[in-house]
């Protein structure tokens, strides 16, 4: 099991979407996908598509001011 990060705190949608979707898609079963993203629409959208996609959310968790860490694994 590997563990990737994805800093896109500074990226807007769509991209915060694409830049996820990539990182999934390379992921082997087991592996999981740390992003951090900031509040608002990342915050909502990415746990609820990943998890349309078939993917396991995790975690959602606060780390600091207006970051906050999804932890994403593929089955």
Known sequence: MALKQLDITREHCPMTFVRTKIQLSQLNPGDQLEVLVSEGEPLENIPRSAAEQGYNVLEVAHV??????????KD
């Open 64 to 73: 600091e001011g207006t970051t906050h860490r999804i932890l994403i694994q």
